[in-house]
């Protein structure tokens, strides 16, 4: 089973069968931008607390994605649509760096990028069964 097909909203769909949001549109619609105001509300929301309880910052982690590449391109894609399924349902504080590689083999990290989540056991597994346990780095920062 995929990420995608493991996933299942209260309709029995999942995000790959085009469902679409409260505001009529689908993922590949550009439901992203709505989503981003969702993941800074949460991550203010959570943070704000957690300085609430203890007077500090919570510890944030960076999930350092290493993306395997293989001799087929749309297999890559496929993985990142997956991964990108996975990440939008864990809104949070801890960034993920995507890091790729080039058909040379050369290593490209994407810097830049503000993809946020929660990090948790069960996303880290999630991530781990998508890409091989070996690509995934969790850091403090």
């Known amino acids: 089973m995929t990420p995608a097909e493991g996933r299942q909203g209260s309709d029995g769909m999942t995000p790959a069968e085009g469902q679409e949001g409260p505001d009529g ?13 969702a993941w800074r509300a949460a ?17 944030r982690r960076v999930l350092r994605v290493i993306v395997p590449r293989g001799e087929d391109d749309n297999a890559c894609v496929r993985l990142l ?3 990108h399924i996975i990440v939008v349902q864990s809104p949070g504080p801890d960034q993920v760096q995507l890091v790729l590689h080039d058909r040379a083999g050369g290593r490209i990290e994407l810097a830049g990028a503000d993809i946020l ?17 070996d690509n995934l780095e969790v850091l403090s920062s």
């Open 43 to 59: 991550e203010a929301a959570t943070e704000g607390a957690a300085v609430a309880a203890n007077g500090s910052h919570p510890e």
């Open 81 to 83: 649509e997956q991964l």
């Open 25 to 37: 549109m689908t993922p590949a619609e550009g439901r992203q931008e709505s989503g981003d105001t």
């Open 117 to 133: 989540v929660r990090h948790s056991a069960d996303l880290e597994s999630q991530v781990r069964t998508l890409v091989g346990a």
